[in-house]
């Protein structure tokens, strides 16, 4: 069984950055792409950036785009989201989840992840 936790969320101003973090349980992280995804309030749960397993290879909602940037550490068994430049609308749950096949390529479909965390609040104020 696989453990995400998340830290790192809290209330900023707009304009402001945050660095969330996902620690992962287990020795297998390192051969899964990890992704980042939210859900606002009364919204969908929405894609926002991925990573290979490797690192190699990134990918990011249009959304977030030049402001957030995924990357990975497989010696600690963490992925990070840093995110910069926070707007009123970035405000949500933000989840990390493994991609459910190992060394597979990156996804941005929610259904291709099969282990997730608990979540950490991220509100931006104007």
């Known amino acids: 069984q696989v453990q995400l936790v998340e830290s790192g969320g809290g209330s900023v101003q707009a304009g402001g950055s945050l660095r969330l973090s996902c620690a992962a349980s287990g020795r297998t992280f390192s051969m899964y792409p990890m992704g980042w995804f939210r859900q606002a309030p009364g919204k969908e749960r929405e894609f926002v950036a991925t990573i290979t397993w490797n690192g190699g290879r990134t990918d990011y909602a249009d959304s977030v785009k030049g402001r957030f940037t995924i990357s990975r550490d497989n010696a600690k068994n963490t992925v990070y989201l840093q995110m910069n430049s926070l707007k009123p609308e970035d405000t949500a749950v933000y989840y990390c989840?493994?991609?459910?096949?190992?060394?597979?390529?990156?996804?941005?479909?929610?259904?291709?992840?099969?282990?997730w965390g608990q979540g950490t609040q991220v509100t931006v104020s104007s």
């Open positions: 989840a493994r991609r459910s096949t190992y060394y597979s390529g990156i996804s941005s479909r929610s259904y291709e992840y099969d282990y």
